[in-house]
């Protein structure tokens, strides 16, 4: 997006005037967001057509759900594909019932703690302390910006620059360079990384996109913050790059207006089964190891059991159960929950599971000490040994299996 010759001034504006257009496309009402998801889907599917390639949904959890659904119900009829064994037990039963092609992911979870890292704080901080564990000379100049917000000339010479670190976690992981930098921080005696995504997701959906020419809609909303946020505050609900195109439909949508389509989109896939049926038949899973067909079953709702119902509360739409979800070793903003967070309902899940990756899921490559997420929550202070004080209710998690 930047410019080689543009100043920090005209750079700073363009951002604000980006935000400031998110701001207003956010606040239309929801009948003109999803009459605009339309255009901008139809505009995708014929780009990709005039480009001879095609399109696919990317599935995860409810949103990119609801935008499956979606595309169907607007006559787009696109592949789905997922890593699905990431997913809750509850996601994967729905992914099946909607014919989502489901990938195998690069390394398994096991495999991505023990040999790249644990994915912890955030996706753009977790990206800077790989960074200092992995020193090179290459990555010396924003090695050195990462401790001190010094930045050389591509930075526009900034000090005190968004690329340091949150002094909190400067003096948990700062440690790495404080020979260096004359510093005193501290270093953790596990392994960060954000690449966790690449080779559990990333890769095998862009290994199948790029075997099938093919670029993805993406359920993505700018408000659900961070680095989602920046990259559709910038680009937009679609993009067309030299190397990277794709559609994110619900950039503008707040999670209420999500919540209400997915009951609307909930709706609209009962009354049409047999498209989903179709799909499902097509699938290897529809038959079992000895070649026997196993006959559709319809889900009761395409919301997954882990989002509990979805409620209105004072106006605003809500799900009883799980807010948001993904894959369940994820460590991304544990440290900003509430608990029960994200682990205490693991736990209430599948406390064999729990115990297996709290406890000792990875080995000390120095001492051959078995340890787990625990040893990282220790570190970064978030509780989770002990039973939460509020008990969840059973029955915000219907029909969750082990």
């Known amino acids: 997006m930047d410019k080689p010759d543009e100043g920090l001034a005209e750079y700073k504006q ?8 998110m701001i207003a496309l956010q606040r239309q009402p929801y009948e003109v967001k999803v009459a605009r998801s339309k255009l901008r889907a139809y505009e995708f599917i014929e780009q ?14 409810l949103d990119s759900i609801t935008l499956h659904v979606f595309l169907k119900s607007i006559g787009i009829n696109v592949p789905a594909v997922s890593v699905s064994s990431l997913e809750d037990k509850s996601i994967q039963r729905v992914h099946k019932a909607l014919g989502v092609t489901i ?15 644990f994915p912890v704080i955030s996706k753009r901080i977790a990206g800077k302390i790989a960074l ?8 010396k100049t924003v090695r050195h910006a990462i401790i001190t917000g010094e930045c050389g000339e591509l930075g526009h010479f900034q000090k005190n620059s968004r690329m340091k670190l949150p002094q909190k976690w400067l003096n948990l992981f700062g440690g790495y360079e404080n020979e260096n930098e004359g510093v005193m921080y501290y270093k953790p005696n596990f392994k960060v990384s954000n ?9 095998p959906c862009d290994d199948w996109a790029r075997e099938h020419s093919s670029y993805p809609f993406l359920g993505m909303m700018a408000s659900e913050g961070g680095q989602r946020e920046e990259a ?37 896939y009962h009354d049409h089964t047999d498209v989903f049926a179709k799909l499902y038949y097509e699938q290897p899973y529809s038959k079992d190891k000895d070649g026997n067909v196993i006959p559709y079953e319809p889900v009761d709702t395409i919301i997954p059991a882990i989002y509990g119902q979805i409620v209105n509360d004072n106006g605003e739409l809500r799900t009883t159960g799980a807010q948001r979800t993904g894959c369940s070793m994820c460590g991304f903003g544990i440290h900003m929950e509430e608990r029960p967070h994200r682990f205490d309902r693991l736990r209430e899940r599948n ?6 990756y709290m406890y000792r899921c990875c080995t000390d490559p120095k001492t051959g000490e078995k340890f787990g997420w625990g040893r990282v929550l220790d570190y970064i202070g978030v509780a989770w040994e002990d039973e939460p004080a509020v008990q969840m209710n059973i029955y915000d998690y219907p029909e969750v299996q082990p």
């Open 351 to 356: 406390q064999k599971e729990w115990e297996f």
């Open 48 to 61: 990709m057509d005039k480009r001879d390639k095609n399109a696919h949904v990317s599935v995860g959890g």
């Open 14 to 21: 363009r951002k604000k005037e980006a935000r400031d257009r």
């Open 232 to 268: 559709l505050t910038d680009h937009g609900c679609n993009y067309y790059g030299k190397t990277v195109m794709r559609s994110a439909p619900f950039a503008p949508y707040l999670r209420n207006d999500i919540l209400r389509l997915a009951q609307e989109m909930d709706v609209w």
């Open 195 to 203: 690449d966790c995504c690449y080779y559990l997701k990333e890769k």
């Open 103 to 117: 990938l195998k992911p690069l390394k398994t979870k096991v495999e991505v703690l023990n040999e790249v890292g």
């Open 132 to 139: 200092l564990q992995n020193p090179t000379e290459n990555n």
